[in-house]
């Protein structure tokens, strides 16, 4: 018995065509199922994959507060002054 749109194949050997043809079918039904699945699976985690960026590559800042510094990755700018970034003075990123 074969699946035509997915070309998956099952053979059944046994006396009776009736109960084989039963049987395959099962076995298709589920191995059909499967296929699918995966390929539901595979769609979704590269879709994921798309919409996640790579390490830093989506931060614009971070805050290192056992370091006292923040870096800026726009700018590639650092400064050891996180107390005045965190109160608002963010010139201190473009001197």
């Known amino acids: 018995m074969t699946h035509l749109p997915t070309g998956i194949q099952v053979f059944i050997n046994g006396r009776k065509?009736?109960?084989n043809r039963r049987v395959a079918m099962r076995i298709l039904t589920v191995r059909v199922r499967e296929f699918l699945h995966e390929q539901q699976q595979g769609n979704?985690?590269?879709?994921?994959?798309?919409?996640?960026?790579?390490?830093?590559?989506?931060?614009?800042?971070t805050y290192n507060?056992?370091?006292?510094?923040?870096?800026?990755?726009r700018l590639n700018k650092k400064t050891g002054k996180i107390k005045d970034i965190m109160k608002g003075k963010l010139?201190?990123?473009?001197?």
């Open 91 to 95: 010139d201190i990123l473009f001197e």
């Open 44 to 61: 979704y985690d590269q879709i994921r994959k798309n919409q996640m960026d790579g390490g830093r590559a989506g931060k614009v800042r």
């Open 65 to 73: 507060f056992m370091e006292g510094r923040v870096v800026d990755h």
């Open 17 to 19: 065509q009736k109960d």
